[in-house]
């Protein structure tokens, strides 16, 4: 079982890796909560040593609720008092289409700004944020979370470079998703400003071609969206896919969708498959179907071996304290800004030139 031991080495190392000390005090404010996925980073930015100074939110109930949640931050009534406060951060879940904007105001004011995806809607964002880049020097970050907060797909990485399935050429992906229609918001619904499922929940995968394929470089070649099931949502998307190139030659087909049963233990069976010329590996991220509830579950499979490794609770999520460092001494080892915008534009582009398809039950 040398495959094995090998991958428990790699686990370790990357775990190793992802233990970083934060030495200097480090503040963040929320501002926006429309969307879940502010939970998740304002917990991995306090495990990672920073303080929550401020929550802003314009319906006061789930600023409130926040706080209640971390028992920490004071909740403000007003984005101003945010603005002209001293924290180095701020983050957000607003809806997507306004993010930009807030963006904007944040970086203009002297701080950094951390986004839940997708960033923007439309190039135009895409390049006003560029903008403000250039003249603030503040960073941009986005949470991809489902490369950056999963343990699998952090060994996954380290599983590439480490040659195990020689040189990769293609991954697929698949990254369906629980709608539980009566919880969401109706902007939820909007597509302008959601800006679609290619662009929404798209922007994961193709943030996952760019970083295992060591590029910025990519070429949408064709897209598809569709609305299969909710006719009452008019333009709203429940399904989409995209097949991509990166200029290194490895290719990519993933599929993403709102129609996870409800039968699963979980919001999703993400899954991504890497292909190697000498073997592959599948990540199974969040359940593997009937058999354990957990996540993290890798099938690694080489010119030599066959073996199943789980990455739960081994590997560690560094992003949080690399995202920390990079803001207080400039490096980029989170994640490059131009990689940030990169997976964004790729992620509007695909869904600006999907084909629509029939509705099923019409001709």
């Not at 080495?9 to 005090?25: C, G, V, Y």
Request: with cysteine.
């Amino acid at each position: 079982m040398a495959l094995l031991n090998q991958l428990e080495e790699l686990a370790q190392e990357a775990a190793k890796a992802a233990d970083i000390e934060i030495t200097a005090p480090f503040t963040f404010s929320v501002a926006g909560v429309d969307h879940p996925h502010i939970h998740s980073m304002v917990q991995g930015l306090l495990d990672a040593g920073a303080q929550l100074m401020h929550i802003y939110d314009k319906n006061h109930y789930r600023a409130n609720a926040l706080h209640q949640k971390f028992q920490t931050g004071e909740v403000v009534s007003e984005l101003s008092q945010i603005l002209h406060s001293e924290v180095d951060l701020v983050a957000t879940s607003i809806v997507p289409s306004e993010r930009c904007m807030l963006g904007v105001q944040v970086l203009e004011h002297n701080k950094h700004f951390l986004s839940a995806k997708a960033p923007f809607t439309k190039l135009s964002q895409l390049h006003a944020a560029e903008e403000a880049v250039r003249r603030t020097g503040k960073k941009w970050a986005v949470f991809y979370s489902e490369r950056l907060a999963v343990e699998a797909a952090l060994l996954a990485d380290s599983i590439i470079q480490e040659g195990l399935i020689g040189e990769l050429f293609q991954l697929t992906g698949s990254g369906p998703h629980r709608l539980q229609a009566d919880t969401r918001p109706e902007w939820f619904f909007d597509p302008q400003q959601n800006g679609g499922i290619l662009c929404d929940i798209g922007s994961h995968q193709i943030e996952q071609l760019l970083h295992y394929a060591r590029t910025q470089e990519a070429e949408v070649l064709h897209s598809k969206v569709a609305n299969y099931a909710h006719p009452q949502y008019g333009a709203w998307q429940d399904f989409g896919d995209a097949t991509l190139v990166a200029n290194t030659g490895v290719s990519q087909y993933f599929r993403v969708d709102w129609f996870t049963p409800d039968g699963l233990r979980v919001w999703g069976d993400g899954r991504t498959v890497l292909h190697g010329t000498n073997g592959y590996v599948e990540l199974r991220k969040y359940t593997d179907v009937a058999r354990s509830a957990e996540g993290n579950h890798l099938y690694v499979v080489t010119d030599r071996e066959e073996v199943y490794f789980s990455a739960e609770g081994k590997v560690g999520v560094p992003y949080f304290r690399q995202l920390i460092t990079d803001c207080q001494y400039g490096t980029e080892t989170a994640m490059t800004q131009e990689h940030t915008f990169r997976a964004a534009a790729l992620a509007i582009q695909a869904q600006e030139q999907a084909i629509s398809l029939t509705k099923v039950g019409e001709k």
